[in-house]
């Protein structure tokens, strides 16, 4: 079995930053697209790229399978539970499926 576990969110004024971590352990032969998503309340869950502002990044360690999302000068409307989804083969003869972590709750606010 798969596992993906988020970890880095909080609560952060205006202007502030954040790193989340998302990495996939468990069972796993290979791991293949991973992705940020988030979801906002009373919103539709997006998926989160890096910005074209330079504020939001995304990065990966494979040798971990573990995938970040550096969050700077965030604002009140970043506020959601981000979300980090997986493609993965838990074995060498078994189909790629795709996993879910359970989020991890950004708050912006003074």
């Known amino acids: 079995q798969v596992e993906i576990v988020e970890s880095g969110g909080g609560l952060v004024q205006p202007g502030g930053s954040l790193r989340l971590s998302c990495t996939a352990t468990?069972?796993?032969?290979?791991?293949?697209?991973m992705y940020w998503y988030r979801q906002a309340p009373g919103k539709q869950r997006e998926q989160v790229e890096d910005s074209v502002t330079g504020r939001f990044t995304i990065s990966r360690d494979n040798a971990k399978n573990t995938l970040y999302l550096q969050m700077n000068s965030l604002k009140p409307e970043d506020t959601a539970i981000y979300y980090c989804?997986?493609?993965?083969?838990?074995?060498?003869?078994?189909?790629?499926?795709?996993?879910w972590g359970q989020g991890t709750q950004v708050t912006v606010s003074s």
């Open positions: 989804t997986v493609h993965a083969r838990e074995t060498i003869i078994a189909p790629t499926r795709q996993y």
């Open positions: 468990g069972r796993i032969f290979s791991v293949g697209a």
